[in-house]
T-cell receptor, first 109, second 114 residues
Framework: GQNIDQPTEMTATEGAIVQINCTYQ??????LFWYQQHAGEAPTFLSY??LDGLEEKGRFSSFLSRSKGYSYLLLKELQMKDSASYLC??????????WGAGTKLIIKP | IAGITQAPTSQILAAGRRMTLRCTQD?????MYWYRQDLGLGLRLIHY???????GKGEVPDGYSVSRANTDDFPLTLASAVPSQTSVYFC?????????????FGPGTRLTVL
């Protein structure tokens, strides 16, 4: 079966750095996405990785290792507004997105 | 403002009733999707449409139907609602011609079936 694993919840301190991991087992791979979802709102696109390596976008970076079936989202200089759920999704061989259950990130002052 | 709109924002529905959730996008995206999101689970694909006039079944299509008469609209119909269809429903769209084919989401409809 297809599976996306992420930690259920993480806690970090304002101003710090946090890494949210995602491991996947899917039938095929056509890209990996990270989305942010604030409580009661829609998911919003953060990053896309299709090749191995690190993609940096401001305070957020996303890393992919296809051979290990592994990705992480790195958030730097954490702000209170970064408190949200972070969703990992992989596009499979059928070109459909398979979603993880999300990681709830709690930022403490 | 370009984007995706959904209606209604929320709805309480008696079991057995018919309900249509509306979704409209003005980005001229060729592909559209319907997901449901339940606590503790990832987003699950209900139905999708790669282009106007075509639709396909996702992971959890039973009890739902869709149509795609034009590029902009993609309504989701529950023919006879059941309590297990209580969920938050998100519509999304994407440009299949774009390399990443990133999906963009509407604000969601919170549906409660009693």
């Amino acid at each position: 079966g297809q599976n996306i694993d992420q930690p259920t919840e993480m806690t970090a301190t304002e101003g710090a750095i946090v890494q949210i991991n995602c491991t996947y087992q899917t039938s095929g791979f056509n890209g990996l996405f990270w989305y942010q979802q604030h409580a009661g709102e829609a998911p919003t696109f953060l990053s896309y990785n299709v090749l191995d390596g690190l993609e940096e976008k401001g305070r957020f970076s996303s890393f992919l290792s296809r051979s290990k079936g592994y990705s992480y989202l790195l958030l730097k200089e954490l702000q209170m507004k970064d408190s949200a759920s972070y969703l990992c999704a992989v596009r499979d061989s059928n070109y459909q997105l398979i979603w993880g259950a999300g990681t709830k990130l709690i930022i403490k002052p | 403002i370009a984007g995706i709109t959904q209606a209604p924002t929320s709805q309480i529905l008696a079991a057995g009733r018919r309900m249509t959730l509306r979704c409209t996008q003005d980005m001229r995206h060729n592909a559209m999707y319907w997901y449901r999101q339940d606590l503790g689970l990832g987003l699950r694909l209900i139905h999708y449409s790669n282009t106007a006039g075509t639709t396909g079944k996702g992971e959890v299509p039973d009890g739902y139907s869709v149509s795609r008469a034009n590029t902009d609209d993609f309504p989701l119909t529950l023919a006879s609602a059941v309590p297990s269809q209580t969920s938050v429903y998100f519509c999304a769209s994407s440009d299949r011609g774009e390399e990443s084919d990133t999906q963009y989401f509407g604000p969601g409809t919170r549906l409660t079936v009693l």
